[in-house]
Structures are given as structure tokens and as C-alpha cells.
Antibody, heavy 118, light 111 residues
Framework: EVQLVESGGGLVKPGGSLRLSCATS????????MSWVRQAPGRGLEWVSS????????HTAYSLRGRFTISRDNATNSLFLQMNSLTVEDSAIYYC???????????WGQGTLVTVSP | QSVLTQPPSMSAAPGQKVTIPCSGS????????VSWYQQFPGTAPKLLIY???KRASGIPARFSGSKSGTSATLDITGLQTGDEADYYC????????????FGAGTKVTVL
């Protein structure tokens, strides 16, 4: 069974940083593109960033480039998201997702909540 | 403001059919596969349909997807109370800020 478990969320002040993690199991991690998608309270889904199976290709939403960095460790089956210079607009649930077929979002974790507040 | 347009809400009685539209353009739906996601309150999204019309594992045949030109639709037949959820369409957008995009979501209410 595919399992994606996010962690690292919490309360942070504007300008602060946070590193999210996604622990995976139940599949060959090194074979799949992985992504982060976020959802602000009461809002829709917003793609954040994706990384291919060996970390060669990284694609990040235009508005988040320079602040958010995705990475992965195939040795520990883990995905990460480093978030810097956080603003209140970054407050959201952050989901880890695994690719399937032509979609990057075939399987989803339960999410981790990030709250940016003074 | 999403580049994919969905109605905010739709409703139908149990047993009826609901058709959720997702409208885009040639830079997204017109030239890329469409996926559909279901999300219940307080839970993570779940893939329903990928590559326009393929059902994800375990998804009942009551859910079907299609695409024509720059629009896509998700059909739910034999509507059940357990289908009450938010539904999002998604695809790739090839415009200047290329990347995956989602519709704003449609809340389906079972009357």
C-alpha cells in the first residue's frame, strides 16, 4: 500500500523558514516523480513544486521560485520542501503527492498544516 | 483566479446524474491530459480520473471523464450521498508560467 506521511508543519512568524518532510513506503520511491501541492484554508489546490525520480528535473511554481526548494533522498525514501521568507499567504495545508501515469498527483498524503502568523 | 473554470457548486438528487464541466484553453486542456480529484472535508484529495478518461484504481464505473477541445467533464451517475464532496479538475498549462494547474473546485451536494 502506498503511504505518504508529511511532517514538519507548524506555526512560524513571517520571514521565518520551515522544512517539510514526506516519508514514503509501499512503492519504489526512486522510480517516481514527487510533488508538493498546497491548499489554503477554504481555498482550492495550488501546485508548489515537483522533482523527477532521480532529482535531475525540478520544477517550481513561478511565484515561489527563490523561496521554496524541493529535494529528495532516494536512500531514505523521503521528500522535502524547504520554505524560506514565509509570508501569511503561505499558510496552507501542504500535501505530498506521488506521480502515476501522466499525472504528477496519483497518490496523496494526509497533509501537514503550515501557519504563518505574527 | 484559476485558468480552469468550474462552477462553484452543483446539486442533484440521489440516483441522478451530475456532469461537472471544466473549461480551459489551448494552452492547457486543449493540448494536455486532464485529471479529476475528489476531496471530502478535512481529508486529502484523491485521484479519480487521469489521462482524460481512465479511472484510478478502485474508482467505481459511476465516475467517468471525457474531454473535447478545450473542455473536460466529469460525470457521476447513480449519485449517492457519499459522493457529496469537492471535485477538482487539473491539467498542465503551457503558458509563460508553465506548470500544473487546477480548477477552483466544484462542491457537489446530494439533495
Amino acid at each position: 500500500e502506498v503511504q505518504l506521511v508529511e511532517s514538519g508543519g507548524g506555526l512560524v512568524k513571517p520571514g521565518g523558514s520551515l522544512r517539510l518532510s514526506c516519508a514514503t513506503s509501499g512503492f519504489t520511491f526512486s522510480s517516481h516523480t514527487m510533488s508538493w501541492v498546497r491548499q489554503a484554508p477554504g481555498r482550492g489546490l495550488e501546485w508548489v513544486s515537483s522533482i523527477d525520480n532521480n532529482g535531475t528535473f525540478i520544477h517550481t511554481a513561478y511565484s515561489l521560485r527563490g523561496r521554496f526548494t524541493i529535494s529528495r533522498d532516494n536512500a531514505t525514501n523521503s521528500l522535502f520542501l524547504q520554505m524560506n521568507s514565509l509570508t501569511v499567504e503561505d499558510s496552507a495545508i501542504y500535501y505530498c503527492a506521488r506521480g502515476m501515469g501522466s499525472t504528477w498527483f496519483g497518490y496523496w498524503g494526509q497533509g501537514t498544516l503550515v501557519t504563518v502568523s505574527p | 483566479q484559476s485558468v480552469l473554470t468550474q462552477p462553484p457548486s452543483m446539486s442533484a438528487a440521489p440516483g441522478q446524474k451530475v456532469t461537472i464541466p471544466c473549461s480551459g484553453s489551448n494552452s492547457n486542456i486543449g493540448n494536455n491530459h486532464v485529471s479529476w480529484y475528489q476531496q471530502f472535508p478535512g481529508t486529502a484529495p484523491k485521484l479519480l480520473i487521469y489521462e482524460n478518461n481512465k479511472r484510478a484504481s478502485g474508482i467505481p464505473a459511476r465516475f467517468s471523464g471525457s474531454k473535447s477541445g478545450t473542455s473536460a467533464t466529469l460525470d457521476i451517475t447513480g449519485l449517492q450521498t457519499g459522493d457529496e464532496a469537492d471535485y477538482y479538475c487539473g491539467t498542465w498549462d503551457s503558458s509563460l508560467r508553465a506548470g500544473p494547474v487546477f480548477g477552483a473546485g466544484t462542491k457537489v451536494t446530494v439533495l
